[in-house]
């Protein structure tokens, strides 16, 4: 089994009922520490809290701190942490913190905000609260109409993201869903118009579908994005006095994160491409929608290898097979946890 197989099966299929909640310390009274005007917690507090994982600490590297689960009722589960970095991996798939793990005082220091909002709803799904049933996804393929998206020797992205829209749907209606999309053809739709259609469904989630561009070319790989929490920046800037402010989208904070967890990682290992992992954004389309949702970037259609792909309808066909596999497991994750 992969790593990535690991993380799907560890962190979505196999969650199981405990007797903690994540909103009570477990028996540990968290010492936070201020460093850069965030809270912060000593990840040596981190084995004692996910006691039911029997958590074991060890430095993996010079700058990498591994935690790896010992218990034998559970997949195994390996979480590094690496110092100075934004950057996490849980069995092998990328995440990123909103704010790096620091040494401090000879403790090392992980952002209170990050662990409640990223690593406990992945360890302790019983947090993703009032997830309804999911009979709707709604698909939103980026861009259309005078609006084309990245253009490459291909075509425009807004092809392909419709075209990808379009074999996800009929698998999704295959297996029983309801599908709605925020546009049905070569249109533009503005993204506050995207935000109201969606709104208009209920036990839903939301997939933003794009194909990204930038790195001079060289840059390649898959990204997921989910809403930013109150109090974290939008990605690859500074914190501004508006992120500060609830969202409509932060209302599904946890289970933003477990359906990334899933179709991301999914798409990871399906599509053999570079890991770029799941970070935070403030995208308008995720921020105002009321469901469950994530914005999905597949792959670089300014690299010539990745863009190569991305215009072949086999290789869509299975990016399509990846993101309705990863929509399976997260359905099935929440729905088993749904009454605890």
């Given amino acids: 089994m992969t790593k990535t197989m690991h993380a799907l099966m560890a962190l979505l299929l ?13 028996g540990v009274n ?25 958590f074991t600490r060890s430095l993996a590297a010079t700058n990498k701190i591994r935690f790896t689960s010992s218990k034998t009722n559970k997949q195994k589960t390996v979480m ?3 110092v100075g970095s934004q950057e996490v991996y849980l069995n092998g798939l990328k995440f990123h913190f909103s704010y790096p793990v620091v040494v401090k005082g000879g403790q090392t220091l992980v952002s209170q905000i990050d662990l409640v909002k990223l690593i406990d709803p992945i360890l302790r799904p019983t947090t993703v609260k009032k997830v309804a049933p999911l009979r709707t996804v709604i698909i939103d393929a980026g861009h259309g109409g005078y609006e084309p998206g990245t253009v ?9 993201t419709m075209a990808l829209a379009k074999v996800l749907q009929a698998k999704l209606v ?26 208009q469904y209920s036990d839903a989630i939301f997939i933003s579908l794009h194909f ?15 809403l930013s929490p109150a109090g974290v920046a939008h990605y690859g800037r500074g914190l501004r006095q508006s992120d500060l402010a609830t969202r409509t989208g932060n209302a599904q904070d946890s289970a933003n994160i477990a359906l990334a967890t899933a179709i991301h990682g999914r798409a990871i290992r399906n599509l053999k491409q570079r890991d770029r992992g799941i970070r935070r954004a403030r995208f308008a389309v995720i921020s105002g929608v009321k469901h469950p949702g994530i914005l ?14 991305i215009a072949d309808p086999k290789y869509l066909d299975r990016m399509a097979q990846s993101l309705f596999e990863g929509i399976v497991i997260y359905k099935t994750a929440t729905e088993k946890n749904r009454y605890r």
């Fill in 14 to 26: 196999l969650w199981v009922p405990l007797n903690v909640s994540a909103q009570s310390s477990g």
């Fill in 30 to 54: 968290w010492n936070t520490v201020i460093h850069l005007n965030q809270k912060y917690i000593d990840a040596a507090q981190i084995p004692s809290f996910y006691r039911e994982y029997g």
């Fill in 80 to 82: 590094d942490f690496i």
């Fill in 152 to 160: 490459n020797k291909h075509g425009k992205e807004k092809k392909f």
């Fill in 174 to 199: 295959r297996k029983g869903f309801k599908v709605a999309f925020t546009r049905k053809a070569d249109e533009y739709v503005s993204l506050g118009d995207r935000v109201k259609i969606a709104n």
């Fill in 212 to 226: 990204n561009a930038g790195g001079a070319g060289r840059a390649s790989g898959i990204e997921t994005f989910t």
């Fill in 296 to 309: 999905f970037e597949g792959g670089f259609m300014s690299h010539y290898r990745d863009g190569a792909m």
